[in-house]
């Protein structure tokens, strides 16, 4: 679909009450050419995702696979982001879309540089911690990736936003840490890395699991644990991370500067090892790159 003409209607489902489902993935200019950074298993979390909410998803996970790189070949993109939605279109009036309103799935993708900008991977970015915490486990599915939850994720955003800051941290219902407005967190505390653990109310993140998959790798011990909102104040580093933000170092938390208040040792270890195995100039020890 040519991009003038990718319409929806105005009162589609999925316009109306956010039922969407969606993924974000990155493909990287690598000197083979385009490689689309985990694609499988982002694929596999837009499934997981339609299963939770009742979405008979028509499409097996190789077509959705082979629609992403179609989509990056065919617009001739080096590097993109690539978007593939499934969502309820237009039909039913009301909360209930079976039989009424379509099941659509498309996929998009555009060039789009570091989401917060491209000074922050370098220096880091400055953090609040949102009032706006996340919803109880029992409110929304978090581990599906949906277009309605990300309601709560836009106020913590333009609040940080809103009083000077990049980019802000949720805690949970329970009020310990859960994660970024679109990033998973960790902390660096005496060279251990910390990350909190999935409690209902944060997404299982793909680069998530490759932080701590490069971080095993490099020797450094990895715990998935509840975290206290104070370990933020006292942690030697911290970063953000995402597909969008790829691996973004904290340089502050509520006007507490972080350790040195830059990017730490830890951070730029896992940093450049990430960015080396995504950009094709290291080895794919885990088999995370598929060429478009
Ligand atoms: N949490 C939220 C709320 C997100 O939107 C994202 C981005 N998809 C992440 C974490 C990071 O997930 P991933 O590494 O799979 O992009």
Known sequence: IPWDSAQLHLLSTAVQFGASVFEGIRCYETPDGPSIFRLPEHIRRLRDSCRIYR???????????????????????????????????????????????????????????????????????????????????????????????????????????????????????????????????????????????????????????AVMTIARDLGIEVRDQPVPREMLYAADELFLCGTASEVTPIRSVDHIEVGSGGRGPVTEAIQSRFLAIARGEAEDRWGWRTPV
């Not at 609040?159 to 009020?175: K, M, Y």
């Open 55 to 209: 979405m008979p998803l028509e499409h097996d996970e190789a077509t959705l696979i082979e629609a992403c790189i179609e989509t990056v070949r065919r617009n001739g993109l080096r590097s993109a982001y690539v978007r593939p939605m499934v969502l309820w279109g237009f039909g039913a009036p009301g909360l209930y879309p079976v039989g009424g309103s379509p099941l659509e799935s498309y996929v998009a993708s555009f060039p789009w540089g570091a989401y917060l900008g491209a000074e922050a991977l370098e220096k880091g970015v400055d953090v609040c911690v949102s009032a706006w915490n996340r919803a109880a486990p029992n409110t929304f599915p978090v581990q599906a990736k949906a277009a309605g939850h990300y309601t709560n994720s836009t106020l913590v955003k333009t609040d940080a936003i809103a009083n000077g800051f990049h980019e802000g941290i949720c805690l949970g219902p329970d009020g310990r840490v859960s994660e970024g407005s679109g990033q998973n967190l960790f902390l660096i505390r005496d060279g251990l890395l910390v990350t909190p653990t999935l409690d209902g109310t944060s997404l299982a993140g793909i680069t998530r699991d």
